[in-house]
T-cell receptor, first 115, second 114 residues
Framework: AQKITQTQPGMFVQEKEAVTLDCTYD???????LFWYKQPSSGEMIFLIY??????QNATEGRYSLNFQKARKSANLVISASQLGDSAMYFC????????????FGKGITLSVRP | DAGVIQSPRHEVTEMGQEVTLRCKPI?????LFWYRQTMMRGLELLIY????????DSGMPEDRFSAKMPNASFSTLKIQPSEPRDSAVYFC????????????FGQGTRLTVV
């Protein structure tokens, strides 16, 4: 079984500063994918970034980067140069690679960007 | 592609009534997921399908919940009879055949059972 843990109850960051959102996971699978999604107050789920368990480089997508530490089973999201529009709920998720890919989400973290 | 389409966007129903939520996945996606989101439990995976076949329904809370996928372009989640504790936002998502690609979510159905 796989499990995603996001323990930060709520995060605050000043506009234009960087922020790290924590995610740890537990799985017995050797090959898997890690994802981050953003859910603004409007409710839609927006995909941000993906990291494969065998990828040697940390994934980056614009202002988003994923700090992947496989041995520690952590996949933290780093948002650089925060913007007011980054205020949202952020979810970490994972899926094993294989025939049946069950996508499991963490509880989420609320991020508030202060002007 | 128009993305994952869910209907209705909002549903208010009385306790005991049958509720049917609908989802049209993105064409060519082999996986379809149904999630329920509440403040207390977050995003819970209810059931998912691979090529129209239910793979894991261990997240379905009770026998009152059932899901079908009669073809590659349509799925339903039915609650019968509905109860107030079923009030939540229900999301449908679809993805291609590997775990290397993201799942795309519909806009969700906000269900209120009074």
């Amino acid at each position: 079984a796989q499990k995603i843990t996001q323990t930060q109850p709520g995060m605050f960051v000043q506009e234009k500063e960087a922020v790290t959102l924590d995610c740890t996971y537990d799985t017995s699978d050797q090959s898997y994918g890690l994802f981050w999604y953003k859910q603004p107050s409007s409710g839609e789920m927006i995909f941000l970034i993906y990291q494969g368990s065998y990828d040697e480089q940390n994934a980056t997508e614009g202002r988003y980067s994923l700090n992947f530490q496989k041995a520690r089973k952590s996949a933290n999201l780093v948002i650089s140069a925060s913007q007011l529009g980054d205020s949202a709920m952020y979810f970490c998720a994972m899926s094993p690679t294989g025939a049946n890919s069950k996508l499991t989400f963490g509880k989420g973290i609320t991020l508030s960007v202060r002007p | 592609d128009a993305g994952v389409i869910q209907s209705p966007r909002h549903e208010v129903t009385e306790m005991g009534q049958e509720v049917t939520l609908r989802c049209k996945p993105i064409s060519g996606h082999d996986y379809l997921f149904w999630y329920r989101q509440t403040m207390m439990r977050g995003l819970e995976l209810l059931i998912y399908f691979n090529n129209n076949v239910p793979i894991d329904d261990s997240g379905m809370p009770e026998d009152r919940f059932s899901a079908k996928m009669p073809n590659a372009s349509f799925s339903t989640l039915k609650i019968q009879p509905s109860e107030p504790r079923d009030s939540a936002v229900y999301f449908c998502a679809s993805s291609r055949s590997t775990a290397n690609t993201e799942a795309f979510f519909g806009q969700g159905t906000r269900l209120t059972v009074v």
